[in-house]
């Protein structure tokens, strides 16, 4: 099985890497536009800073063909991000899978939001097998909730903790540091 994690210089890649390595598959990293294509499943990450990270994507085509993939793509924290409409982290926009504008935290709440925190209302193959549960979770900005969303969680407001758009995969927390919950949520994203 050939997976993917696109590696343009904005990712936590190796602690993704070691996460499906523990499940017993070999993730390839690359940010080569062919092996990306010819992936059976893609992983994009994300860490950092929506505006520099969407540079980077501009600079090396990414931008134009994440868009375009139809095997099934995960997107990670920032991953997910920039795969909405826009994020107003740096004004910048994004890939416009999800439609939806990711917007940052009140401030009724402190930012970033670190931590475990419960994820509700799954709706997908990805949650397959799982309840309401504990996932971990580093951000500022988030999805609001639309018909896209596929699970929230609550952190002043309920918000979108995971979305889906046809072949398309997001999650805001972060599976690879979610213990056991985490491992099922890929195990399931391989199997579908």
Same mark, same amino acid.
């Not at 890649?13 to 062919?34: H, M, P, T, V, Y």
């Not at 193959?125 to 988030?142: A, T």
């Not at 046809?166 to 972060?174: E, I, L, M, S, V």
């Given at each position: 099985?050939?997976?993917?994690?696109?590696?343009?210089?904005?990712?936590?890649?190796?602690?993704?890497?070691?996460?499906?390595?523990?499940?017993?598959?070999?993730?390839?990293?690359?940010?080569?536009?062919?092996?990306?294509?010819?992936?059976?499943?893609?992983?994009?990450?994300?860490?950092?800073?929506?505006?520099?990270?969407?540079?980077?994507?501009?600079?090396?085509?990414?931008?134009?063909?994440?868009?375009?993939?139809?095997?099934?793509?995960?997107?990670?924290?920032? =991953?997910? %991000?920039?795969?909405?409409?826009? *994020?107003? &982290?740096?004004?910048?926009?994004? @890939?416009?899978? #999800?439609?939806?504008?990711?917007?940052?935290?009140?401030?009724?709440?402190?930012?970033?939001?670190?931590?475990?925190?419960?994820?509700?209302?799954?709706?997908?193959?990805?949650?397959?097998?799982?309840?309401?549960?504990?996932?971990?979770?580093?951000?500022?900005?988030?999805?609001?909730?639309?018909?896209?969303?596929?699970?929230?969680?609550?952190?002043?407001?309920?918000?979108?903790?995971?979305?889906?758009?046809?072949?398309?995969? =997001?999650? %805001?927390?972060?599976?690879?540091? *979610?213990? &056991?919950?985490?491992?099922?949520? @890929?195990?399931? #994203?391989?199997?579908?």
């Amino acid at each position: 099985m050939g997976l993917v994690i696109i590696d343009y210089g904005a990712g936590n890649i190796q602690s993704i890497k070691f996460a499906f390595q523990r499940l017993g598959i070999q993730a390839q990293l690359s940010n080569d536009i062919e092996t990306i294509q010819s992936a059976d499943k893609v992983i994009f990450p994300g860490v950092g800073e929506a505006s520099s990270a969407m540079k980077k994507l501009n600079q090396s085509g990414l931008n134009d063909l994440i868009p375009q993939l139809k095997q099934p793509v995960l997107g990670i924290c920032l =991953g997910m %991000q920039l795969m909405c409409n826009s *994020s107003e &982290e740096g004004n910048t926009k994004g @890939l416009g899978i #999800f439609d939806v504008d990711v917007v940052k935290f009140n401030s009724g709440v402190k930012v970033p939001q670190i931590g475990w925190n419960k994820i509700g209302n799954l709706k997908s193959p990805l949650f397959q097998g799982l309840n309401e549960d504990y996932i971990y979770l580093v951000h500022s900005f988030y999805a609001p909730k639309g018909a896209e969303t596929i699970a929230t969680s609550t952190y002043g407001l309920e918000y979108s903790a995971a979305l889906r758009k046809d072949n398309f995969y =997001g999650t %805001q927390f972060h599976p690879e540091k *979610s213990g &056991e919950y985490g491992a099922t949520i @890929l195990e399931n #994203f391989i199997s579908i």
